[in-house]
C-alpha cells in the first residue's frame, strides 16, 4: 500500500527566510497530493494541493511542487510570518479518497 | 453550513466506561472519516464511510473500538471499555466526490482522556 515519508520532522526558520517541506510517496497510482497546516489545538485545514497533471501551484507565499518520476513533492513557504509557525501534514491519495497522511513537520519561526 | 460537528470536545472518564463520540458532517459530503491524533502516532485512520457504508475499517485498533453511521448526517465512534492509552485528540472529516481527490473537512476534535 501507500506509504508516505515526511521530512524533516521539525524545521526552524527565521522571521521572513523560506521554508521548504518535503514529501515522497511509495505509490505511483497516487495522482492527489494536498497540504494540510494544523495550528496548536486546532483541526488541521487544508492550505493548497496539486493533482498529479501539474507540476507547479502557487497560491501567494505557498507553493508546492510535484515531481512524479521521483515520486516526491515539497511545500514552499516564502517571506516567512509568525503566524507561519504550525505543524504541515502532507498526505497522498490514488482516488480512493483515503488519504495517507505524512507525519507532520513543526514549523517554527524565530522572530 | 457550520462545517463538521463533533461533540464532546472535551471527555474524561474512568478506565473501563464506555465512552461515544460524535460527528455530524457537512450536508452533501458522502464520504467520512475517523481519525485518532497522539503524540507517538500522529495522524492515523481509523475508518471511513461512503454513503453512511464503512469501506475500510483497517485502521481500528481493537475489537473495543466500533463506528456506526446510521444516515447521512451522523456517526459515531465507540470505545467500550476504554483505557487510559485510547487518550488522544479524536477527528471527524467529511468530504465529497470530486474527481481524483478532494478536500477533508475536519471537525474541531474530541479530547478524550481515559484515567
Known amino acids: 500500500g501507500e506509504n508516505v515519508e515526511q521530512h524533516p520532522s521539525t524545521l526552524s526558520v527565521q522571521e521572513g527566510d523560506s521554508a521548504v517541506i518535503k514529501c515522497t510517496y511509495s505509490?505511483?497510482?497516487?495522482?492527489?497530493f494536498p497540504w494540510y497546516k494544523q495550528e496548536l489545538g486546532k483541526r488541521p485545514q487544508l492550505i493548497i494541493d496539486?493533482?498529479?497533471n501539474v507540476g507547479e501551484k502557487k497560491d501567494q507565499r505557498i507553493a508546492v511542487t510535484l515531481n512524479k518520476t521521483a515520486k516526491h513533492f515539497s511545500l514552499h513557504i516564502t517571506e516567512t510570518q509568525p503566524e507561519d509557525s504550525a505543524v504541515y501534514f502532507c498526505?497522498?491519495?490514488?482516488?480512493?479518497?483515503?488519504?495517507?497522511w505524512g507525519a507532520g513537520t513543526k514549523l517554527i519561526i524565530k522572530p | 453550513d457550520a462545517g463538521v460537528i463533533q461533540s464532546p470536545r472535551h471527555e474524561v472518564t474512568e478506565m473501563g466506561q464506555e465512552v461515544t463520540l460524535r460527528c455530524k458532517p457537512i450536508?452533501?459530503?458522502?464520504?467520512l472519516f475517523w481519525y485518532r491524533q497522539t503524540m507517538m502516532r500522529g495522524l492515523e485512520l481509523l475508518i471511513y464511510f461512503n454513503n453512511n457504508v464503512p469501506i475500510d475499517d483497517s485502521g481500528m485498533p481493537e475489537d473495543r473500538f466500533s463506528a456506526k453511521m446510521p444516515n447521512a448526517s451522523f456517526s459515531t465512534l465507540k470505545i467500550q471499555p476504554s483505557e487510559p492509552r485510547d487518550s488522544a485528540v479524536y477527528f471527524c472529516?467529511?468530504?465529497?466526490?470530486?474527481?481524483?481527490?478532494?478536500?477533508?473537512?475536519f471537525g474541531q476534535g474530541t479530547r478524550l482522556t481515559v484515567v
Open positions: 505509490d505511483s497510482a497516487s495522482n492527489y
Open positions: 496539486i493533482r498529479s
Open positions: 472529516a467529511s468530504s465529497f466526490l470530486q474527481g481524483s481527490g478532494t478536500e477533508a473537512f
Open positions: 450536508s452533501g459530503h458522502d464520504y
Open positions: 498526505a497522498a491519495s490514488s482516488g480512493n479518497y483515503q488519504l495517507i
